[in-house]
């Protein structure tokens, strides 16, 4: 059984930083792509960062040169720093990672974390 699980969340002034963390565990072969999601009080979840296999970077244009992706795949792990946070960047933060397991090595499945909490504010 695959799972991710989120960490990091928290209460943040405005101005301040957060660093989220996302831990794949289970019977993994790899992990592509993976990503950062959010969801905000009365809003749809909106895509935040995507980092693939490869390294490469994507974010949405709010949090460019705020937000940074990165993975350690030893860990099996993907994180979100959060800098110049806002007001408008509370929300619950999903991470989503596509995942082969080594049951299935050929298919590739979406997994999704619980969501952790992020709060800016004053």
């Known amino acids: 059984q695959v799972q991710l699980v989120e960490s990091g969340g928290g209460l943040v002034q405005p101005g301040g930083s957060l660093r989220l963390s996302c831990a794949a565990s289970?019977?993994?072969?790899?992990?592509?792509?993976m990503h950062w999601y959010r969801q905000a009080p009365g809003k749809e979840r909106e895509w935040v960062a995507t980092?693939?296999?490869?390294?490469?970077?994507g974010y949405e244009d709010s949090v460019k040169g705020r937000f940074t992706i990165s993975r350690d795949n030893a860990k099996n792990t993907v994180y979100l720093q959060m800098n110049s946070l806002r007001p408008e960047d509370t929300a619950v933060y999903y991470c989503?990672?596509?995942?082969?397991?080594?049951?299935?090595?050929?298919?590739?499945?979406?997994?999704w974390g619980q969501g952790t909490q992020v709060t800016v504010s004053s």
């Open positions: 989503n990672a596509y995942i082969r397991a080594k049951i299935s090595p050929f298919q590739s499945v979406t997994y």
């Open positions: 289970g019977s993994i072969f790899s992990i592509d792509a």
């Open positions: 980092i693939t296999s490869g390294a490469s970077t």
